[in-house]
Structures are given as structure tokens and as C-alpha cells.
């Protein structure tokens, strides 16, 4: 199954650059003046304000100009940022669960070991059964993987050696040489793939989502009845890790 690249890190760096410049203004910043200050493309900035808007991250206020939204005054500030950042991020993966149709979840890595964060599910869109834990199965789940793509040569090797590549389904890869030399060969555009490795009967996809030193992915799954969906699944994963990416960033 080949799955086309797509970035949100170029979105979501000139979401950063609409926000730069609201911010300077108070009083308000028309679109004219945003596109003059941030050279964007008129049609690239009516997008991103499309976005910034439904996000909470800026307001139009009368006369048509954008001022700073609740969103982007929440994460902000000092006090009760951690539980803003948290409800935003749950708020945009629940919506996201139902825009691919499928449960998604964000993980880090975090001191040394892969990290389930958060995650949205339904009764129709059903979270993944970890009959292994997350953190000792790095190497047969598409979360894993995608972090494990995000470290360096080293800190692949040191995380192998601290958890053993057990055979979970007969898809899973046991041979440290040849996850390692798929890792290395991961374009970092592209969704990593989870084909019944983990768990037989589901599929998963994960992008990165790395902002700044911290390394994360958000991912998705899917039964193996619903494969067919996983190639589009993973383009709206990708195309919709904007906000994700936006909110760890600020």
C-alpha cells in the first residue's frame, strides 16, 4: 500500500506567522495589512484564517478586522495552561476521530519510553485492544515506529536494547537490523504503517507531530475490514495535524 506524502509543519509555520501579527494588534489587523506584513499568498492566508477561526486561535470582530481569540489567550497564559492545552487537544482529536472515521491518538516519547497521552474513540470508532503494552511494543505498532523514526541512530539502538522485539503476530518484525534499516529509509513526510504487526484484525497509521524538542505522533486504527480506508485515512491524518501541531507549539 503506498501512501503519498503530505506536511502540516509548513501550515502550521505560517499559522505561527498570521498569529505573530495578530498579536501586534490589538485593536485589530485586517486581512489586507496580515497578507502585506506576512507575504502570503492571499488564497494560502484565507485558508489559514479559515483555520485559526473554527480553532478558537483568533476572532473577526466588526469592520472585518482579526484580533487574538480565547484559544490563543488560554494557551498563553501562565495560569491553567497545562489544562487548556490539554482539553484543545482532546477538543481537536475527537473531532478528528470523526473526520477520518476512525480512533486516533496522540503519543510521545518521554524518558526513553513511548507514551499514549491522549485519545479519542467511540462505539463506533473503538480504541485499539493493548493486550501488549505500548511502551514494550515499539517496534510492531505505527505509533512506535514513528517516534522511533524521530530519534537518531543511537537512540533507536538504546531503546532496542532496553525493550525485546517479541513476535506478536506473524507480521510483526523481530530482527532488529532490518527495523532499524526501515526506520532509516522513512521519508519523515510519510505515514508509518501498522499492517497487523501489533495486533491481528487491526491497521494503524502515525504521523510526527514534533514540535520543538519534543517528539510526538498522532496515529490512527482501524480493523482490518476497514483497510481499504487506511491510504485516505492517513492523508486526512496528516493533512488535519495542523491544529495538533499549532497548540503544542504555542
Excluded at 187 to 205: I, K
Aim: charged share 25%; net charge positive; aromatic share 4%.
Amino acid at each position: 500500500m503506498r501512501i503519498e506524502p503530505t506536511t502540516p509543519y509548513h501550515s502550521v509555520q505560517d499559522a505561527l506567522r498570521v498569529l505573530e501579527t495578530v498579536a501586534r494588534h490589538p485593536v485589530g489587523v485586517t486581512d489586507t495589512e496580515l497578507a502585506r506584513r506576512t507575504a502570503l499568498d492571499p488564497g494560502r492566508l484565507t485558508a489559514l484564517l479559515r483555520m485559526l477561526r473554527r480553532e478558537g486561535y483568533v476572532e473577526r470582530i466588526t469592520g472585518g478586522a482579526y484580533v487574538t481569540g480565547d484559544t490563543l489567550r488560554r494557551l498563553t497564559s501562565a495560569h491553567g495552561r497545562e489544562r487548556a492545552l490539554r482539553d484543545k487537544l482532546q477538543h481537536t482529536l475527537d473531532r478528528l476521530r470523526d473526520a477520518v472515521g476512525a480512533a486516533v491518538y496522540l503519543s510521545r516519547y518521554v524518558d526513553g519510553e513511548v507514551r499514549v497521552t491522549q485519545y479519542a474513540a467511540g462505539p463506533a470508532t473503538p480504541a485499539v485492544n493493548e493486550w501488549v503494552d505500548f511502551r514494550c511494543s515499539a517496534h510492531a505498532t505505527a505509533v512506535g515506529k514513528s517516534l522511533l523514526t524521530q530519534l537518531d541512530h543511537n537512540g533507536r539502538r538504546d531503546h532496542l536494547s532496553r525493550h525485546r522485539m517479541a513476535r506478536l503476530t506473524s507480521h510483526t518484525i523481530t530482527s532488529d537490523k532490518l527495523l532499524l534499516s526501515r526506520l532509516e529509509s522513512q521519508p519523515p513526510t510519510v505515514p508509518v504503517l501498522d499492517l497487523q504487526e501489533y495486533a491481528v484484525g487491526t491497521v494503524c497509521a502515525a504521523v510526527p507531530v514534533t514540535a520543538g524538542s519534543s517528539v510526538g505522533c498522532l496515529a490512527l486504527s482501524l480493523p482490518v475490514r476497514d483497510a481499504h480506508r487506511l491510504r485516505q485515512a492517513a492523508r486526512t491524518l496528516n493533512r488535519s495535524a495542523a491544529p495538533v501541531l499549532l497548540s503544542m507549539a504555542l
